[in-house]
């Protein structure tokens, strides 16, 4: 259900979480119009996600349950899993600078899809269309 290529659409709250993150002004601003694109691709408990911005291009792949590696844009590591509850991903990742987590979900609402992130209590969304 998740199959497909995404683009963003529109954020919400997502200057004041990147704040919260610790990251400047001016790349905050920059990732506010990343156009973010991910080409996600499911078999199973496998996923592949293409991901493309004006920052980067990027592949990941991850198995639910499995624990993983990621870094942000800015270099910031990050572990941690996704797993799947009911028809919504849920992803618990700890950043490797400081041990904090960052949580987050993706969910189809509308035909949209919905990333949610939560850093230190403050909550943001992004959220894709289909292309
Ligand atoms: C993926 O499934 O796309 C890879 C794993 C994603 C991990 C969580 C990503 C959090 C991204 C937060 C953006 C923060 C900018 C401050």
Not at 44 to 65: A, V
Request: charge should be neutral.
């Amino acid at each position: 259900a998740f199959n497909g290529t995404w683009k963003i659409d529109r954020n919400d709250n997502y200057d004041k979480f990147m704040e919260q993150m610790g990251i400047n002004l001016m790349k905050r601003k920059l990732a506010e119009h990343d156009n973010l694109k991910l080409i996600i691709e499911q078999n199973g408990d496998k996923f592949t996600i293409k991901e493309s911005s004006t920052f980067r291009s990027k592949d990941i792949e991850f198995t639910l349950g499995v624990q993983f590696d990621y870094s942000l844009a800015d270099g910031t590591e990050l572990t941690g899993a996704w797993v799947m509850e009911g028809d919504v991903l849920k992803g618990t990742f700890t950043r490797k600078d400081n041990g904090k987590i960052l949580t987050t979900t993706r969910a189809l609402v509308g035909g949209e899809l919905v990333q949610s992130y939560n850093y230190e209590g403050v909550d943001a969304k992004r959220i894709f269309k289909k292309a």
